[in-house]
């Protein structure tokens, strides 16, 4: 069947492991992704995309803002528990890790590889998926390697050894 094997083939492209987050009126909301793709640097935007299904999804429309928190090799329980497959005691995903906001008022996880905070661009929907564009408003950077997801596991990036000449 061609969903199986598309969903076989994007599960061997290795992808950095996001949590999109909101607040604002509409509440705080999180969910893992692990689509997201740069737009353009000039006007710096990026792109996201999130199951209409997901509560994240109604939020991010009506909060009008978003932050994509790429993790860090050592993140992986909080991309479960924004994936729900970990619950937390509370029941809250954000008691799983600490959190501040930039610019936007969307939480940001603390010591994040890289945080793109963003106001709401473009939000399209591409039958299950909305598509959202987010005008970059900050950006925070740390050092740490990226946890990465492919072929249904996580892992970490390495770098390949120079070959003699």
């Not at 999180?30 to 109604?58: F, I, K, R």
């Not at 909080?78 to 995903?93: E, M, N, Y």
Request: proline letters at 4%.
């Amino acid at each position: 069947m061609l969903r199986d094997r598309f969903l076989e083939g994007m599960g061997r492209v290795p992808n950095a492991v996001c949590v999109v987050t909101t607040d604002g009126k509409a509440g705080r909301a999180g969910v893992t992704v692990s689509t997201l793709s740069s737009v353009s640097a000039d006007d710096p935007a990026l792109l996201v995309c999130v199951h209409h299904l997901s509560p994240a999804c109604s939020a991010i429309r009506e909060n009008g803002v978003f932050c994509v928190n790429v993790l860090h090799a050592r993140a992986s329980a909080i991309a479960d528990t924004f994936a729900g497959v970990v619950k937390t005691a509370d029941g809250d995903k954000f008691s799983c890790a600490e959190w501040h906001t930039l610019e936007t008022g969307a939480p940001v996880v603390e010591r994040p590889l890289v945080a793109f905070d963003c106001r709401l661009g473009l939000a399209t929907q591409w039958r299950t998926h909305f598509i959202f564009v987010g005008e970059v408003a900050a950006v925070e950077l740390a050092e740490s390697e990226p946890l990465l997801y492919g072929r249904r596991t996580y892992g970490r990036f390495a770098p390949l050894q120079a070959v003699a000449g």
